[in-house]
Each structure stands twice: as C-alpha cells, then as structure tokens.
C-alpha cells in the first residue's frame, strides 16, 4: 500500500507568481482534500476533489483552484500569490467523499511553500 | 458554522501522571469527532475517532454532546506521546469538509 506522497517538498516564490503542487492520493483513494496550515495553527481546509469533480470548498478566494485527474492524483494551483499565503499544504486522501470515510483522512507530508 | 477549540496550546506533564487534552467543538447536528497526532518530523495521522469508541496507544476520548466537548485522555504519560495533537470535526453524512482545531502540544517530561 503505497502512502499520500506531495511534491515539492519546499518551494520559494516571489509575491505575484503562480505555484502548482502536487498530491499522489493513497492507493485505493478516490478522494483528495487540501488544506493549508499557517504557523501555529491547525489545517483549514481549502477544498476536496472527488472523481476528477470539485465536491466542496473552504473559504478561500478563486485564485485557489485544483484539479484531480483518472488516476486521483491531484493538483493545488495559486495565482497572484500574496505573502500571507506563505504556509504547509497538505493533501489527504480518503476513501469516500463523504460520511464517515471523508472524516478518516490520511495527509501527506506537506508542501511549504514560502512567497516573499 | 462549524468551530473546534483546543484552549491549551501546550500541556506539560511528568511520565506517569495523566493525560487530558481539551476539545470542544461548536455544531448544532450530530458531528463526528476526531483525533489526529503529528510526531516529531511525522506526518499528520488519525490517532482515533469517537464513532469507533476505542482505545489506541492507551488514549481514550469521549463525546460529551451536553458539553460538546471530545477531550482526549490517558492515565498515565509516556515519553514517546510527545507531538502535536488536533482535535477535528466532521459534520457527517453528506459532508466533505474537516475543521480542525489549532493543536495542543503535550509534552512529556522524564
């Protein structure tokens, strides 16, 4: 059984560009969720993807989009990025979308992405 | 809206006294709880949840919905539970988000 794996593990952006990372969900998951975690805090929840559709979102503005492809592999795309998106993301799969199986999620290790 | 409390950000307590970490959480339907554990230079990980009502590495926790409070408990600390842990709520059947709160960090003094 192979583990939520992300890419990169580290990156540094400048204020205004545009970022992509990106998640291998669990094998067996269908489901993918993102979060970001700022310093000291816990994760929020940025959105979840279920079978290549956006099943729901945090409150976080449109320049946050994603993608899931067949596989449920999964992408977080940031446009015009601003210093306080400076942050851990994290991916988590699930086996379901919803219910008790969305709760049971299994993360990744994190992308920290710094935008100076 | 959905909101979970974690009021100590970090707990200190000697090998072999116990163990509570506070929750409560803020929901008005019948919410599901719960608690994930980072290690040092782990991953963030399920530690358990309230529907499974089960115990694992001697930590227990149980949903008081008159308090809506999911406190995690163990009565006697061992080094190694030294980590961050995260109480989390899952608002149920038909959702797909998880609101964690913004962790407490136990440590275990030898």
């Known amino acids: 059984e192979t583990g939520v794996t992300q890419s990169p593990t580290h990156l540094i952006k400048t204020r205004g560009q545009q970022v992509t990372l990106r998640c291998s969900s669990q094998?067996?998951?269908?489901?993918v969720s993102w979060y970001q975690q700022a310093l000291g805090q816990g994760p929020q929840f940025i959105f979840q993807y279920y079978r290549e559709e956006e099943n729901g979102r945090g409150n976080f503005p449109p320049r946050f989009s994603g993608l899931q492809f067949p596989n449920y592999s999964s992408e977080l795309n940031v446009n015009a990025l601003e210093l306080d998106d400076s942050a851990l993301y994290l991916c988590?799969?699930?086996?379901?979308?919803?219910?008790?199986?969305?709760?049971?999620?299994?993360f990744g290790p994190g992308t920290r992405l710094l935008v100076l | 809206a959905q909101r979970v409390t974690q009021p100590e950000k970090l707990l200190s307590v000697f090998k072999g006294a116990p163990v509570e970490l506070k929750c409560n959480y803020s929901?008005?339907?019948?919410?599901?709880l719960f608690w994930y554990v980072q290690y040092s230079r782990q991953r963030l990980q399920l530690l358990l949840r309230?529907?499974s009502r089960e115990s694992i590495k001697g930590f227990t926790a149980d949903l008081n919905k008159g308090e809506t409070s999911f406190h995690l408990k163990k009565p006697f600390a061992q080094e190694e539970d030294s980590a961050m842990y995260y109480c989390?709520?899952?608002?149920?059947?038909?959702?797909?988000?998880?609101?964690f709160g913004k962790g407490t960090k136990l440590s275990v003094i030898p």
């Open positions: 309230h529907i």
């Open positions: 988590a799969s699930s086996l379901g979308a919803s219910g008790l199986y969305s709760g049971t999620q299994y």
């Open positions: 989390a709520l899952h608002s149920g059947a038909g959702s797909y988000q998880l609101t």
């Open positions: 929901y008005s339907g019948s919410p599901e």
């Open positions: 094998s067996g998951h269908n489901t």
